[in-house]
């Protein structure tokens, strides 16, 4: 609920102060002269026209279906005009070369009769569309945002920017837009809250209107008091001028200034501490300090701190030397609510004094009753909560299903009172009521056994939840945790601990003694026996062995073991391994490193003999602050000749085969290409071939550059560029063909994936003239010399590049072969290949340092990747595919117990982790952090993802998340369940970064027991669900989040339009699957219905502690049922060592009935198939803290 609370308090108690000095504008002195200015003091519904009073006298004329209404303005001597199917308009203004500002006083009173493109927005004012030409300025529901846009011609269309702070109805407000012509600004009561560059064109408009002007933007009701127009970008000082009634001494003013600018550069931190010096300074006056409140209260809000930013507006209204009016506006603005949750935020005397106020609606009591109902929870209060909740329901305007929340409410409240009979009773009586929702039904069964737990009778709670187990109306989700919930209640009758932590982790079965056993060491021979004391030389001549072995007689009992004694082997060829070279469940083939060895095989060679650079030629091209820095070393005089070539990667091209890469490791650290700039990006300036949205989007590009660094290189050749060229989703690598230094065009020799779009990210590599930084190198392929200057001395340094181009292993059709305990490294492709076959395992292996992929696993069945480290790749960890989807028949292969890290680093975009597609597979168990995108792409049916950590991804592109499912609304049957998700984050704001996305049209997921910590950045939530229907979001604990939640709904219209569309139709069918039909149509009948009930989600039994909005643009269809937001942190073990585990004892568990998540149980565990333990891993400064 505080929301609200606190948005509107941040600016608008400011304007309660103002309407103490409602005087006409054009009489102040101090203000700047509109160009236009209309007030509406002669306007009557006889004599519709507004005269504008300012330097231009065009008038505005009322037109609309609905005879114009006059109503009291913002201040009784002052009249306003009421809005809604109508509009005042005229001719528009033309901004100057400072640009302009627009500065409107209006109250809002609720979503207008009509919708734009069907969507709940309105239009406060416009210049044309505002969309392709001109500007406007509009509000949506029931977010009650402002969006402040400026048109561009197509095929572009406006930028935007917006509000975060929501405006609620009303209440009178002061906004103002401006443009100076390199940045937008929206001030709301001359407080800056948004704020977005914008250097580009004006597109002339033709007609200005206050209200109603459609062009895809609905009506909104609003009173409309005053409207001025400026052609200029005002100082933000005089914006405030109009805005706030106080006196400020010029120190005061300048402080105000400081916050702005603080605000400019994202730093609420810092525009917090200006505004406090305001709020704190005694010898201010009171409106003064009022608004300095108000700021503090607003930049708290932006950090996430609302429960601080609530405590500040509530002692605001009960300080008693505050202007009243001030206190009477923040404790009016309390009304609003928070969808889905209610947020005890604000003291309990604040609340009772609400409910006294005269002439309020029974929704906003109800809500108020709903909130004090929260804080008497908060504060242990059960049984006076019980009645405010009763109380709400009498108001009689709660919804049918907040009426049946509210009684599941009040079941908690005997709960946390400890009357657990009674609690009981209320929730039998729930679970059996026939007309309730069943998921209220199915939480109120598990709550029965819930509350036997709280009381200590643990024989009651296990019966209680073997009933819920066995009751067809609970959901099967909720079947399967009373299962659980009743084994652990069990366990722990018998004297042990709640749960065997053993438990979820795959069992593998045990090795057979061989019957046979090879041995392989670096100092063997070929030519041996491969005996521990006549070892062979290499892998393939013990695979032939065994091939020997199986031809002559057949595997012996227990198949055969082959020991790899430690050191390090020279790749030049792949291990193949086929249908031949295979075992069997009773005799299986196992390559091993011996006992207490580490074999590690290298497709690489070490480099030394490193000088200094002594070529005049070459030194003239290197930087000035390099000079002397640099050393070279001469491959082809040390018989390295294959040099590779540089090709493009990236969006698209992360897949298998990829693109072979030649990278340079000094200590095992991938050194960089020299490039510029040397971190980060800069950004392309004008595009001349090959732009986004143009009929040559998909030729090769031009594009100016917009610095002089390019223009100095003297002799580059083979420059690649890499660049986010359109989108920051889709990152591409391409060859420059040319650099013209007189016009600073760029042209480059391939498409993007997009087209090329102006200022947008991206970088130059492979320049010999950017040679710099310690840590870069270079290689001229012409000449075989490699340059490089070292990160540290080279004396003890071990320097590696790679050359084998190959997978090092591949299996192609084989069964029950186990690689265990082997390295592979150094190579320009991929580490390992599986194919076909069944049962393949490798265990605690490593493969790093790799250009491509580490492991490929495409069809049969069983295979699994265990206890592996794979680290420092140029694409992905793992792509996994196995499984029918026609038949639903699961492939059974899984990824456990697997530290990957460092991926993605060439691609930059969609090489994940872990890249799971097919039938009924498993990620558990498994750390994967530090890459530039995604961690996991999961596609297909029935995949479990479970009980794994995942950090520290996504942390330099955007609209991208730790997981992501995408475009296939028929997809059923996928579990995201126990995983830890935190510090995920780029700081980028044009679309987001989650924990979890479900992106365009993914539905049906069971998204249960995670923890989310600092993993919502940008728009995003935790959770962002991006056009889905029909998704589970259960038991979650979400900390720190800028959001709990995200919705990007679509509507029925765009939903039922997507669906039709045939090649949305050939998506749902590809592998032969048919929706209709058996055995889809039997296992998820839901899939009948798929036209039905589009955006629909359901969020149940969320734990929210220290975040902003529980959820963001929910366009009201989703279900939310039983989430709580904590104003008090709970007690979690360790949250400064991000351990969220919570005591059995918790408070927490008194309040609702949420099941404790096993935290302990998350990532990595020890067991001999581990490749290292311990394992270190720290939080690197790849993520990017937002707020």
Known sequence: MIQRVLLVVCGLAIAAAAEAN??????????????????????????????????????????????????????????????????????????????????????????GAQLGNGRTNGMIFSQGSGYWDGMR?????????????????????????????ALPDGVWHHVAVAWDRAEMSIYWNGLLVAVREYAGDWTPAS?????????????????????????????????????????????????????????RRGEWGAAEQHYRSLADNPSLDAACRAAGTMGVACCLWRQNRMTESAALCATLYETPDAPENLREAALRLCFAEERGVIRPAISVPVYRRLLELPDTTPRQRAIVRLALAERLLTDGDGNGAASELAAAVEEGSLSELEVW?????????????????????????????????????????????????????????????????????????????????????????????????????????????????????????????????????????????????????????????????????????????????????????????????????????????????????????????????????????????????????????????????????????????????????????????GKMGSSEADKPGGFEFLEDRPAQWQAADDVWAFGYWSHLWAGRSVPVVSINKSTKQITTGSRASYGYRAGMPYYLFNVLEELDEPGEWYLDRSAGKLYLIPPG???????????????FVVIRDAEHVTLRGLTFELGRAEGAVI??????????????????????????????????????????????????????????????????????????????????????????????????????????????????????????????????????????????????????GSGHNVAGQAGIRLDDFISGVLIYGNVFYRSAGGRFGAVQIHGGKDNIVDNNLFVGCKYALSFSPWGEKRWNERLADERMQQVMRAGGVDITAPPHITRYPDLANLPANPDRNYVWRSLVADCGQFSTRDRGVNELLDNHLLSQHPEFAGADRLDFRLDEKSPVFDRFGFRPIPFEEIGLYQDENRATWPVEDKITSHYVEEY
Not at 49 to 66: N, R
Not at 150 to 164: A, E, H, K, L, V
Not at 636 to 650: E, S
Not at 793 to 807: G, H, N, Q, R, S
Request: charged share 25%.
């Open 835 to 984: 194919e076909g076959g069944a049962r393949n395992l490798f265990a605690g292996c490593t493969f790093r340092k790799l250009g491509t992929n580490g492991v490929i696993v495409n069809g049969g069945t069983g295979h699994g990747i265990v206890g592996c480290d794979i680290h420092t790749l140029g694409a992905g960890g793992i792509r996994m595919a196995g499984g029918d989807r026609k038949t639903l028949t699961p492939g059974d292969h899984f990824i456990e117990n697997c530290h990957i890290y460092d991926f993605t680093r060439i691609d930059r975009v969609y090489a994940p982790a872990v890249h799971l597609d097919g039938v009924g597979n498993r990620i558990a168990h498994n750390l994967m952090h530090d890459s530039p995108h995604h961690a996991l792409r999961v596609e297909g049916y029935e995949q479990k993802i479970e009980w794994n950590e995942i950090h520290s991804v996504v942390y330099e592109s955007d609209d991208q998340a730790g997981i992501d499912m995408y475009g296939n609304p028929a997809v059923r049957g996928n579990v995201i369940r126990y995983n830890f998700w935190h510090h995920i």
């Open 793 to 807: 001395p080279l004396d003890d340094a071990t320097v590696e590049f790679p050359i084998f181009a190959k997978p």
């Open 137 to 165: 300025l509009s509000t949506s529901y029931p977010e009650q945002r402002l969006s402040f846009e400026i048109g561009r011609p197509q095929p572009s269309s406006s930028i935007s920017t917006q509000m975060g702070l």
């Open 22 to 111: 409602a005087g006409d504008r054009a009489a102040s002195d101090a203000a700047p002269t509109p160009l236009r200015l209309y007030t509406f003091e002669s306007t009557s519904p006889d004599s519709p026209v507004a005269e504008s009073s300012g330097a231009e006298s065009e008038p505005l004329k009322f037109s609309g279906k609905d005879p114009l209404a006059v109503v009291e303005g913002r201040s009784p001597e002052r009249k306003a005009v009421r809005l809604d199917n109508g509009a005042f308009s005229g001719k528009a203004f033309s901004p100057s070369d400072r640009g302009c500002t627009v500065e409107i006083w209006f109250r809002k009173n609720g979503q």
């Open 405 to 689: 929340n509210t009684r599941l409410q009040t079941a908690h409240a005997q709960l946390l009172a400890r009357d657990y009979d009674k609690a009981r009773d209320l929730y039998k009586r729930l679970a059996t009521a026939q007309e309730a929702p069943r998921e209220l039904r199915s939480l109120a069964s598990l709550c029965v056994g819930h509350s036997y737990e709280r009381q200590g009778d643990l024989t009651q709670a296990a019966a209680a939840y073997d009933a819920a187990s066995k009751y067809d109306v609970v959901l099967p989700h909720h079947r399967t945790e009373a299962q659980e919930r009743s084994a652990e209640v069990r366990r722990l009758t018998a004297g042990m601990p709640r749960r065997d932590p053993t438990a979820t982790r795959t069992r593998l079965p045990q090795l057979p003694e061989p019957g046979a056993t090879y041995y392989v060491a670096t100092d063997g021979s070929d030519t041996n026996p491969g005996t521990e004391t006549a070892p062979f030389a290499s892998l393939a001549r013990a695979r032939d062995a065994v091939a020997e072995r199986k031809r002559a007689g057949g595997l012996p009992k227990g198949g055969i073991a082959v020991l790899v004694r430690g050191g390090r082997y020279t790749v030049d060829s792949t291990f193949s391994l086929t249908e031949a070279d295979g075992g069997t469940a009773e005799s299986p083939v196992v390559y091993q490193a011996y006992p207490e060895e580490k074999p590690v095989f290298a497709g690489g060679v070490q480099v030394s003999g490193f000088t200094a650079v002594d070529d005049p030629n070459i030194e003239k091209r290197l930087p000035e602050v390099s000079r002397g820095k640099v050393v070279v070393v001469d491959l082809k005089a040390q018989g390295i000749t294959d040099y590779g070539k540089i090709l493009p990667r990236g969006y698209g091209q992360g897949g298998y085969p990829a693109n072979p890469w030649v990278d340079l490791y000094v200590n095992g650290r991938a050194m960089d290409l020299a490039r510029w700039p040397n971190g980060g990006f800069v950004k392309t300036g004008p595009v001349h071939a």
């Open 207 to 263: 007609v200005l209107r206050i209200g109603f002007a459609d062009s895809g933007i609905g009506s909104l009701k609003m009173d409309v008091d005053e409207v001025a127009v400026y052609d200029a970008a005002l100082p933000p000082e005089a914006i405030g001028d109009h805005a706030i009634d106080g006196d400020f001494p010029d120190a005061a003013k300048r402080r105000l200034a400081d916050a702005d600018q603080a605000v």
